[in-house]
């Protein structure tokens, strides 16, 4: 089962010249940035670098005022009020706070999720939400609510219903922030290994260097407004 072939595979993100604003002020400058299918990319850099804003302005929170994007198939200049939920289904996306609704079960936070994105048939949402579920290890907790699980075992549910419409690229934003080192660990090995199952790209903004050492990958880094890459400097 080799998939390290991957130099011919799909781009799945594609900024170019970039700039990323939250409101007037110019956060990050001259973005490119490339991330092909079932890639694992860590995104880096200090508190306040822009980490958040570049993620925002992929899942279309920020919109993007200059430079091209293009991210699992769209185009970031040509989105609507109509698109916008499409491409939202397309990723998956994670915070550090888990957002679950807390007064329902882990069964119908994913049930919920499905129906918003357009299930209705009741078996296949049924069979979706057992075998995602089960995908993160929670086969045996779909009756318990928010609040009877770990920290860890939230950030699996969110998780969990992330990857409920199969997404092509899972943007997660410090999903590790609010979990002891032992639970980061776990989580993020969860996350690689979802995401080599299923080739879906990650891009996973984290400010643990511990994580960095611990677990290597290709590294973005965020620093004096600019996106550096460090695989794009490897290569120079
Ligand atoms: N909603 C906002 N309105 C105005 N400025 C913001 C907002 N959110 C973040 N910023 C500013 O944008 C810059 C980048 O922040 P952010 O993208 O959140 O960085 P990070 O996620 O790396 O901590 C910071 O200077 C921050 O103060
Ligand atoms: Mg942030």
């Known amino acids: 089962m080799s998939n390290s072939t991957t130099i011919s595979s799909e781009t799945i993100l594609s900024l170019q010249n970039a700039v990323i604003y939250q409101d007037t002020n110019l956060v990050l400058r001259n973005v490119d940035l490339q991330i092909r299918q079932g890639e694992f990319v860590y995104l880096i850099g200090k508190t306040g670098s822009g980490k958040s804003s570049l ?36 990723l998956g996306i994670v915070f550090q706070d888990f957002n679950l609704l807390n007064d329902r079960s882990v069964y119908q936070n994913l049930n919920f999720t499905l129906k918003a994105t357009g299930w ?5 949402i049924e069979q979706r939400i057992t075998e995602t579920l089960h995908s993160v290890g929670l086969a045996d907790k779909g009756q318990k609510m928010p609040h009877q699980l770990s920290g860890g ?8 219903r992330a990857l409920l ?12 922030g609010n979990l ?29 260097y511990r994580i960095l050492e611990n677990f290597p990958a290709r590294i973005i880094r965020c620093i004096d407004g600019r996106v550096v890459d460090d695989q794009a400097m490897e290569i120079i």
């Open 153 to 160: 075992e939230q950030q699996r549910v969110v998780i969990a």
């Open 55 to 90: 993620l925002k302005t992929l899942y279309a929170a920020l919109p993007l005022k200059e430079g091209s994007g293009k991210v699992v198939g769209f185009d970031l200049h040509q989105l609507n009020r109509r698109n916008i939920p499409l491409l939202r289904r397309r």
């Open 180 to 208: 002891d080192p032992e639970t980061s660990d776990e989580i993020l090995l969860l996350m690689r290994h979802l995401a080599k199952l299923n080739n879906t790209a990650v891009l996973f903004a984290t400010h643990d």
């Open 165 to 176: 419409n199969t997404p092509q690229l899972i943007v997660a934003d410090e999903p590790t």
């Open 120 to 124: 209705t048939n009741k078996q296949l």
